[in-house]
C-alpha cells in the first residue's frame, strides 16, 4: 500500500499565482480531506469529499480557494490568486468509512507565497 | 461546535520517564477519540484511538484513557525513548458518519537523553 500521496511535496510562488496541489488517495478509500497546518491555527480542516461529492467546504477560506474530486483517485486543491498568507503545509488525508473512523494522512506540500 | 483543547504545548521528559498528555473537549456527543503523531517533515500517523464507549485503551508503551463526564481524554506514554520526541495531536469526532475530526493544537514532546 502507497499511502496516500501528495505533490508537489514543496511549492514556492509569488502572491498573484495560481497554485494547484494534488492528492491521491489510498485506493478504496471513499472519504478525502483536505487540512491546512500553520502555527498560529494548527490543523484546519478546509474541505472533505465522500465518493467524490464534496460533503463540507465550510473550513475553505474564501473563494480563492477550490477544491475538485474528478475520480477516486485524485483530488486538487486550487489557489487562485495566492497571498502571502496562504503559506502553509496543507494535507490531504484519506478514510475508509466502512470499517473504520481513521484518517491517513499523506506528506503533506510546504506550499510559500512570496 | 466542538472545541478541543491540548496541555501542555511542550513538555519534556528524561528517557525511560513517562509523558502525559491532556485534551478536554466540550460536545458531549463526540465519540471518537484519535491521537497522532507527527515528526518533523511527515503528516500526522494515528497512533492509538479510543471511542465513547470504552474507558481505557492500551497499546505496548502508549495508553488511552477517557473520562466521559469531565470530557478529558489522555495520552500516557511509558518508558520514554528519544524516538518519541516528535508533536502529538489529539482529536475529536462527533459526527457519525462524517468523520470529521477536530483537533488540538498539539503538543511538542522532547525526550532527552
Known amino acids: 500500500d502507497a499511502g496516500v500521496i501528495q505533490s508537489p511535496r514543496h511549492e514556492v510562488t509569488e502572491m498573484g499565482q495560481e497554485v494547484t496541489l494534488r492528492c491521491k488517495p489510498i485506493?478504496?478509500?471513499?472519504?478525502l480531506f483536505w487540512y491546512r497546518q500553520t502555527m498560529m491555527r494548527g490543523l484546519e480542516l478546509l474541505i472533505y469529499?465522500?465518493?467524490?461529492?464534496?460533503?463540507?467546504d465550510s473550513g475553505m477560506p474564501e473563494d480563492r480557494f477550490s477544491a475538485k474530486m474528478p475520480n477516486a483517485s485524485f483530488s486538487t486543491l486550487k489557489i487562485q490568486p495566492s497571498e502571502p498568507r496562504d503559506s502553509a503545509v496543507y494535507f490531504c488525508?484519506?478514510?475508509?468509512?466502512?470499517?473504520?473512523?481513521?484518517?491517513?494522512f499523506g506528506p503533506g506540500t510546504r506550499l510559500t507565497v512570496l | 461546535g466542538e472545541n478541543v483543547e491540548q496541555h501542555p504545548s511542550t513538555l519534556s521528559v528524561q528517557e525511560g520517564d513517562s509523558a502525559v498528555i491532556k485534551c478536554t473537549y466540550s460536545?458531549?456527543?463526540?465519540?471518537?477519540f484519535p491521537w497522532y503523531k507527527q515528526e518533523l517533515g511527515k503528516g500526522p500517523q494515528l497512533i492509538i484511538d479510543?471511542?465513547?464507549?470504552?474507558g481505557e485503551k492500551k497499546d505496548q508503551r502508549i495508553a488511552v484513557t477517557l473520562n466521559k463526564t469531565a470530557k478529558h481524554f489522555s495520552l500516557h506514554i511509558t518508558e520514554t525513548q528519544p524516538e518519541d520526541s516528535a508533536v502529538y495531536f489529539c482529536?475529536?469526532?462527533?459526527?457519525?458518519?462524517?468523520?470529521?475530526?477536530?483537533f488540538g493544537t498539539g503538543t511538542r514532546l522532547k525526550v532527552l537523553a
Open positions: 485506493s478504496g478509500h471513499d472519504y
Open positions: 469529499f465522500n465518493n467524490n461529492v464534496p460533503i463540507d
Open positions: 479510543i471511542r465513547s464507549n470504552v
Open positions: 460536545d458531549s456527543a463526540s465519540n471518537y
Open positions: 488525508a484519506s478514510s475508509l468509512s466502512r470499517y473504520s473512523d481513521t484518517q491517513y
Open positions: 482529536a475529536a469526532s462527533n459526527e457519525p458518519g462524517t468523520y470529521k475530526y477536530i
